[in-house]
C-alpha cells in the first residue's frame, strides 16, 4: 500500500514535444505529491509539487494532473527541450515530519534536438 | 542559496570495512533523510531523523545504522559493509511545518564495496 508506481521506465521525445509521466498510487493518507528531476551527477530537486484538493497545477512548462478517485497523477511537460533530458521521479508523502516519503523507480527523459 | 553537502562522491570499501557516510546542511532543518538510489527501484529511505539524537527506521534500515548529534549533521553508518550495499547513498534535509514538505538533496555519494 505504500507503492507508487511509476510509467514509462524510459521516453524519448523529439524537442517541442510533450512527454507525460504517470503515477499511480493507493494509500489514500498521501496529501502531498511532488516531482523531482535528476540530472546526472546531481542529487535530485524539486520540480513541482502538489495537493490532493485540486485537479491540476501549472509551473512555467510543468503541469501535474491529478485524479483523486483514480489514485493517479502525471506531469506534463509542455514544449520540451534537450535540457529537460533528466530522471523524474514522482512521490508522495504523509506524516508530519514528511517522513513517509515514497518515491516512484524513475522515468529517464530524452528530448532529442 | 541553500546547501546540502556529503563528505564524499565517490568511496571504495572493501567488504567488512566500517564505512561512515556525512551529511551536512545550513538550512537549519530540523528533518534530515538518508537514502539509497537504485536503478529501477527509486529512492529508498534507510532512516530519517527529526530532532537532534532522534531517529527512526525507513523501509531499509538492516545493515545500517545513523547518528546525530548536531542539528547539522547526519551521519549514516555500514557496520560491517557489504557488496550488496553498493549503491548510490543520498542525503536530505527537510524544515517542519509550513505548506510544504519539499527535501533538499545532496549530490549523492557512490559507494562501491568489493
Known amino acids: 500500500q505504500q507503492q507508487v508506481k511509476q510509467s514509462p521506465q524510459s521516453l524519448i521525445v523529439q524537442k517541442g514535444g510533450i512527454p507525460i509521466i504517470n503515477c499511480a498510487y493507493e494509500n489514500t493518507a498521501f496529501d502531498y505529491f511532488p516531482w523531482y528531476q535528476q540530472f546526472p551527477g546531481k542529487g535530485p530537486a524539486l520540480l513541482i509539487a502538489i495537493r490532493p484538493d485540486v485537479s491540476e497545477k501549472k509551473e512555467g512548462r510543468f503541469t501535474i494532473s491529478f485524479n483523486k478517485s483514480a489514485k493517479q497523477f502525471s506531469l506534463h511537460i509542455m514544449d520540451s527541450q534537450p535540457g529537460d533530458s533528466a530522471t523524474y521521479f514522482c512521490a508522495a508523502s504523509t506524516g508530519n515530519y514528511g517522513q513517509n516519503f515514497v518515491f516512484g523507480p524513475g522515468t529517464r527523459l530524452s528530448v532529442l534536438p | 542559496d541553500v546547501k546540502v553537502t556529503q563528505s564524499s562522491r565517490y568511496l571504495v570499501k572493501r567488504t567488512g570495512e566500517k564505512v561512515f557516510l556525512e551529511c551536512v546542511q545550513d538550512m537549519d532543518h530540523e528533518n534530515m533523510f538518508w537514502y539509497r538510489q537504485d536503478p529501477g527501484l527509486g529512492l529508498r529511505l534507510i532512516y530519517f531523523?527529526?530532532?537532534?539524537?532522534?531517529?527512526e527506521k525507513g523501509d531499509i534500515p538492516e545493515g545500517y545504522s545513523v547518528s546525530r548529534e548536531k542539528k547539522e549533521r547526519f551521519s549514516l553508518i555500514l557496520e560491517s559493509a557489504s557488496t550488496n550495499q553498493t549503491s548510490m547513498y543520498l542525503c536530505a534535509s527537510s524544515a517542519t511545518g509550513g505548506t510544504t514538505r519539499e527535501q533538499y538533496f545532496g549530490p549523492g555519494t557512490r559507494l562501491t564495496v568489493t
Open positions: 531523523s527529526y530532532d537532534v539524537k532522534m531517529k
